[in-house]
């Protein structure tokens, strides 16, 4: 193992240390809704519900975050403190618990919410020096056409690299067609949509992050995080929206990878046998599983090297599907070299690097500080971008 | 014919038989709800979610002819389809599929279940075919009941387990609020068959997770999620731990998952014990010794190798994997084929010793060897 | 509709191979409906659907199960989620697990497995199967 490999990180979650911060990039309206201290024990409403399940020894690793005051967002607050990230050269920045947020309830608030945290990105996080940081376009996913229209608005930054579609809003599997307007968006700004587990977590989805109901405890919760991806990626798929949108490209996140190869084998016999049910899947689910998703390695099974082993042999192309994602802060959160420790030596460079690279494209390799993976072609416009920190409001509308 | 590389007799554990007409079932519900059902004419079918069968049917085609007698409704036939055909040594009759236990009236739910299981022990389970054997079928949604339903039929010698199809609380079946259960299950030594995972009828469970699957092939490839949280849920908060005998059969969700679950539920070994005091042996190994699972529907890889790969996470799952036709269903599995998709060292565990070491059989009497027990 | 799967129309025919064999009057079959014929021992479906006939030999590849003891249907095909389009084209089910078949190809449609068939035609009323060669895959 090389010391300090390179490699891009899909899966890192930035966060503001007081609300206030964030408010801060509400329009006045809004800011006003979501209020301020005052007399008599009144103060500001909490922006965004958070997700029910806590882990027993902390949501986070020690000493990660500046703030554990409530209404701050586990996320990290300054990603220079920590050398874990020295050799990165790509930081995907994924909003905290800010990805609870668009299943809440008040649907203009999401929206409002939603494009807040897209400005306080790109205005605290992408316009400095620091290179390796790239945003995600969190979006109002129950209100799906202003979920479009926010990713055409904020993918004019170049340093968005994602869409996360967060919280499941309207309590369907992410295929859903009232969901296709968001991927058809996605594919016009050429991004990758990333499904993150969790997204069934919070009180305010009638789904459930697991089948039967809500699990009763976090360990519980955390062991079935495939679940909801499983529905999601079935869903996908079954709905026909690599079909419709044959460019589109998924990331899932905090799932695991050992339910892989039964998942797909279920799948397959399915598919073979209700071909009259769903006639516009085309190919056999495994190939729109190989061509169109990437799997993060955020709770992967690292300390389950049986299981780890089992999945490689059982699931052929594993390789080209997993994207190095820690999870940081977060307390289940990988490195790069426990991974890479568990993955064959010749997979080290397609986990690390080369996989993001052909989820993200161009927008990671062009605005990289250093040479993306080393066989990678960057464009002549190679440099980073560093823009001076801009106010909101002079964002294109 | 016999079971492909393997000679031996077969344990059929889950093969569904059914009463017909509602005015067969109707003699045995109990007063004052049969009363209530003979005059009204409100359906003995609780509310399912939507997920229609293709052709209106859920049968094997071939097994039905046109004016013959329905597959699942007839003894010879069943005995012609399945039993003589497979060598079947014991068949486990499990309703088709005891759904009438998730009857939205939740005391009329109860008087149901107590109904089939009094017509299959009448007009199946005395007819002097040893072959045949039943289950309990018990109404989760009211567990004091459900625990009298167990004690009454408990000590029958051809009533080998106990048989949930719904969880109409919407909760894991590791809830407290089910423990009744699981406690007079255990003082008969009866095992508790979850068929296909549960959350069909009724509207509190939820199918999946993320929301209602949204086609008949999304529903069924999402299938074992609910027993997978069964499992999960029965593990976590107590229930073989406060009842050791106790084991817990999956019918009809598949199994090439269970290594996974089993190793998942491992990594969280410490959290799990954080938040219960029931968490002691690692998840795994209390998968071994209280979880059954059975083959239907078999979902074979394309390459065989990649199946052992996948069941090799699991060290000893040979001895938790037993054999289920689903007869007289659309994707019925032949004891055949399953047999010899198994290694050979595995075949005679899969298809007969699992199952005989799992169900409380009669002491004496059963079909094949007398039952031992090693739990 | 009735249907008929018990046909045992036995043949004193050994020799299937070459010259078209004659397995009946085409008004013996019902349109769209398999009818099972045993020649030399081996099961046979055949099916008329309008103008043309097809003739299936009666295993399916997945199990061996009875595949013309299941159903027939028009295609159905969608090129886009939402629509289907039926077809005037005969799809093979088979009772077991339900596998589809297309005809006169044989081929799955979801998967890479075929049902055996052969040439059949109408000709002055009578149904002739060629059972010397393979249907022409389409």
């Keep these: 193992m090389p010391a300090n490999p390179e490699f891009i990180d899909c899966f890192v979650d930035h966060g503001w240390s007081d609300q206030e911060e ?140 994602q869409v996360v579609l967060g919280a499941n809003g309207l309590s369907k599997p992410f295929g859903h067609p009232a969901y296709h307007p968001i991927y058809e968006a996605a594919v016009e700004c050429g991004l990758p949509v990333a499904i993150h587990a969790g997204s069934d977590a919070t009180a305010d989805s009638l789904s459930s992050p697991t089948a039967v109901s809500a699990p009763l405890s976090y360990g519980e919760y955390a062991a079935l995080s495939g679940q909801s991806i499983m529905t999601h990626i079935a869903s996908l798929i079954g709905q026909g929206v690599f079909t419709k949108y044959p460019d589109l490209k998924v990331l899932v996140v905090g799932g695991g990878v050992g339910w892989i190869p039964s998942f797909l084998w279920r799948f397959e016999l399915n598919y ?42 059982a699931f052929a192309g594993l390789d080209n599907i997993l994207c190095f994602g820690s999870g940081f802060p977060a307390a289940e959160s990988v490195s790069i070299e426990s991974v890479l420790d568990s993955v064959p030596v010749e997979w080290r460079q397609r986990v690390s690097t080369l996989n993001a690279v052909e989820l993200y494209g161009s927008r990671i390799t062009a605005n990289a500080p250093s040479g993306v993976g080393a066989s990678v072609q960057r464009s002549d416009s190679g440099r980073p971008q560093a823009s001076a920190r801009s106010h909101p409001t002079e964002l294109p509308e | 014919m016999t079971a492909g590389g393997y000679d031996g007799s077969v344990i059929d554990c889950d093969v569904h038989h059914a009463y017909g007409p509602a005015t067969k079932l109707t003699p045995y519900i109990q007063a004052p709800w049969r009363e209530f059902v003979s005059a009204s004419t409100m359906s003995l079918n609780p509310a399912q979610k939507h997920y ?69 022990l009448d007009t199946w389970l005395s007819r002097g075919d040893d072959r045949l054997y039943g289950s309990i079928l018990v109404a989760s949604t009211l567990p004091t009941y459900a625990a009298n339903e167990i004690r009454r039929l408990g000590a029958h010698p051809r009533m080998v387990g106990v048989l949930m199809v719904a969880d109409g609380l919407g909760l894991p079946f590791g809830h407290p609020i089910y423990h009744p259960i699981f406690e007079a299950a255990s003082e008969f030594d009866l095992p508790i068959s979850l068929h296909f995972g549960a959350d069909l009828w009724s509207k509190q469970g939820q199918l999946a997770a993320g929301g ?19 499992i999960t849920s029965c593990i976590s908060h107590g229930v073989f731990d406060k009842w050791p005998n106790v084991r817990l059969v999956l019918l009809e969700t598949g199994y090439t998952w269970l290594p996974w679950l089993a190793r998942t539920l491992d990594l969280q070994f410490s959290n799990l014990r954080r938040e219960s005091p029931f968490v002691r042996n690692l998840p795994s190994e209390t998968i071994l010794t209280n979880v059954r699972i059975a083959t239907q529907p078999y979902e074979p890889p394309e390459h065989s190798s990649h199946l052992i790969d996948l069941l090799s996470a699991l060290d000893g799952i040979e001895d938790v994997i037993m054999f289920s036709s689903d007869y007289p269903h659309w994707d019925i599995d032949d004891a055949d084929d399953v047999a010899k998709e198994f290694p050979p060292g595995w075949r005679a565990k899969i298809m007969y010793r699992n199952a005989e070491q799992t169900f409380r059989w009669p002491a004496t009497g059963a079909a094949g060897s007398p039952s031992s027990r090693t739990i | 509709m009735a249907r008929d799967w018990c046909g045992g129309i036995t043949l004193l025919k050994n020799d299937m191979s070459g010259a078209s064999v004659d397995v009946g009057s085409s008004d013996e079959f019902m349109d769209r409906i398999f009818r099972i014929v045993a020649i030399d021992g081996k099961e046979f479906g055949v099916l008329r659907w309008g103008e043309a006939v097809y003739v299936v030999r009666n295993i399916c590849p997945h199990h061996f199960s009875p595949v013309c003891r299941g159903l027939v ?66």
């Design chain 2, 52 to 120: 229609p069968h293709p052709f209106g049917t859920n049968k094997r085609i071939d097994l039905v002819d046109d004016g013959g007698p329905t597959p699942g409704w007839d003894y010879d036939l069943m005995a012609s389809q399945l039993l003589d055909p497979f060598n079947i040594g014991r068949a486990i009759l499990n309703y088709d599929v005891g759904h009438e236990s998730a009857h939205n009236n939740h005391y009329l739910a109860a008087a149901l279940a107590s109904a089939l299981n009094d017509w299959s």
């Design chain 1, 272 to 313: 073979r046998a209700f071909g009259r049910d769903d006639p516009w899947v085309n190919k056999p689910p495994s190939e729109y599983f190989r061509t169109h998703i990437k799997v993060a390695t955020f709770r992967m099974e690292l300390e389950a090297p049986e299981l780890l082993a089992a999945t490689i042999g």
């Design chain 1, 22 to 161: 964030l408010v801060s990039y509400l329009p006045r309206g809004w800011r006003d809704y979501v209020g301020t201290v005052g007399p008599h024990g009144t103060g500001p409403r909490p922006i965004g519900n958070r997700n029910p399940f806590q882990h027993p020894q902390g949501d986070v690793l020690q000493g990660s975050t500046a703030d554990h005051r409530p209404g701050s967002s586990l996320g990290v607050t300054d990603l220079s403190a920590f050398t874990r990230f020295t050799s990165a050269s790509a930081l995907v920045l994924s909003c905290g618990i800010g990805r609870n947020f668009p299943a809440m309830n008040l649907p203009q608030y999401t929206v409002a919410i939603c494009r807040a945290i897209n400005d306080w990105t790109i205005d605290r996080w992408l316009g400095g020096p620091d290179g390796r940081m790239f945003g995600s376009i969190l979006v109002p996913n129950q209100v799906p056409a202003e979920a479009a229209a926010e990713i055409r608005r904020a993918s004019r930054n170049s340093r968005m690299v």
């Design chain 3, 73 to 138: 249907r028009e295609s159905a095909q969608s090129e886009a989620p939402g629509t289907i389009v039926l077809q005037d084209s005969p799809i093979v089910i088979c009772p077991n697990h339900r596998w589809e078949f297309r005809l006169p190809s044989g081929f799955a449609v979801r998967s890479r497995h075929s049902i055996k068939t052969y040439p059949a035609r109408i000709q002055e009323g009578r149904v002739l199967v060629d059972f010397g060669a393979r249907a022409r895959q389409a």
């Design chain 2, 212 to 230: 209602n699957p949204l086609s008949r092939t999304e529903f069924y490839t999402l299938l074992p999620q609910p027993a997978m949280h069964h």
